[in-house]
């Protein structure tokens, strides 16, 4: 019995501490009328937009394998992995010693001919051979220079040069390896704009257009925002999956974004300036949702209905229910009831909730 009453002093104890040390705030806040201690927001413009998401692959500009159109050996390479070329650069030689001696015996032969024709032309004039012996050497020289041409051109297959600008990549042959065609001996990839393709649903065609502002991020580049715009939207929409294949351009001149790289983009359609209210300014009554206001020129608010748009990272736009520079209670909401009084402690603006931009937005 004893220790009976000494638990029942215990939970006396607590309770009248919990009373008189927790319970004391609200208590002494609601003294006088009852008035809760609140913060209030000064309702205001901001900068909206409506979000579509998706997930896209980056690719080169332009982007190509250098490899052989014949089979041969590689004689020489002249580039290291990695290494920034230009257009024309001679990126590996294969061997070409048969051709390069075929060439010379061309032009020792061509010169021959040039020099009989150079006789022949005068013999010509005097009268001394047929007009038909004449035209038969210019042949044979018409003959020689395409043959040299033909030469070059085997050549030029077997010297490997860079059709642009770009970065080459990972060196796979080596230097007395025989190549065929279709061997890859390195990648370039015009890396200064980056592709970036992407599915978005068919629901949004009458929405995006060329130009259209994207941004994109990638985990693997620390979460860095890039922005580009829309180039090129498919004239298909896949059947499946009933989506339509769009792509967008980003300058990459610090060369940071690879190719194959997955991105998460972001489409901002519908930009628009709107009235915002903070989350947890609003709150939700079965499909409806309402916010405190308080009464113009006195300390009492109303729960007043509102209808709501889209919602943003710690905003919420308003379409209907609010004007500009209303004030809403923001902190202490749930201590009051419609038609309450209360005691204003701060009143915040676009600024402190918003951030800069939107506080931009409600000038």
Known sequence: ???????????????LFWYFGLGGTENKSQQNGGNVVVDTYVI??????????????TYANESIDITANTTETIKNIYFEDGQEVAQGDVIAVLEQDEEQAQLKASQVQLAEHERELERLAGLLANKVISKREYDERKTLLDINKQRIEEIKARIGERTLRAPFDGVLGLRRLSVGALVRPGDII?????????KLDFNVPDIYLNKIHKAMPIQAHSVSLRDRLFEGVISTIDSRVNPITRSVLVRAVIDNEDKIIRP??????????????????????????KNKHYVMLLEEGSSTVRQQEVHIGIRRPGIVEITQGLEIEDRVVIRGIHKVRDGQAVEVRNTL????????????GAK
């Open 186 to 194: 390195t990648t370039l990839d015009d890396i200064r704009q980056i």
């Open 44 to 57: 205001a413009e901001s900068p909206v937009y409506d979000r579509v998401e998706a997930l896209g692959t």
């Open 1 to 15: 019995m004893r220790n009976f009453f000494a638990i029942l002093l215990v939970v006396l104890l607590v309770a």
């Open 260 to 285: 194959g790289l997955l991105m998460q983009v972001l489409l901002l359609k519908d930009q628009r300036k709107a009235i915002v209210a903070p989350e947890e300014a609003v709150f939700q009554k």
């Open 349 to 360: 603006h676009a600024v402190d909730i918003l951030g800069s931009d939107s506080a931009e």
